[in-house]
Nanobody
Framework: QVQLQESGGNSVQPGGSLRLSCAASGVPGSRRCMGWFRQAPGKEREGVAAIDNDGSTSYADSVKGRFTISQDNAKNTLYLQMNSLKPEDTAMYYC???????????????????????WGQGTQVTVSS
């Protein structure tokens, strides 16, 4: 059984920072990609950042230079360091696991593999003064 548990969401002022964590267990396959996604009220879910087993990463243009995705394979934990937060970053943030052996971070961010992915329950990030 796949379990993805996000944590770290909070309310923060513009310009602030947050670090999200996702504890993963039961993801099938020896090779997989992991990613962060977000969905704001009234908007579609969008890919934010993704990483594969080898540490290759991909980011949405809107977060490049501000967000950093990383993973601790020993702890089966995925992270998203978010700096210089803006009000438009306000959303529910979800952790996703792509079990396809040929997954690539770029396609995970683009949403190409959505139908195959496992999802967490989400953690709320609110950026407001």
């Amino acid at each position: 059984q796949v379990q993805l548990q996000e944590s770290g969401g909070n309310s923060v002022q513009p310009g602030g920072s947050l670090r999200l964590s996702c504890a993963a267990s039961g993801v099938p396959g020896s090779r997989r990609c992991m990613g962060w996604f977000r969905q704001a009220p009234g908007k579609e879910r969008e890919g934010v950042a993704a990483i594969d087993n080898d540490g290759s990463t991909s980011y949405a243009d809107s977060v490049k230079g501000r967000f950093t995705i990383s993973q601790d394979n020993a702890k089966n934990t995925l992270y998203l360091q978010m700096n210089s937060l803006k009000p438009e970053d306000t959303a529910m943030y979800y952790c996703g696991a792509d079990p396809l052996p040929l997954c690539r971070p770029s396609t995970v961010v683009a949403g190409t593999d959505d139908e195959y992915m496992y999802w967490g329950q989400g953690t709320q990030v609110t950026v407001s003064s």
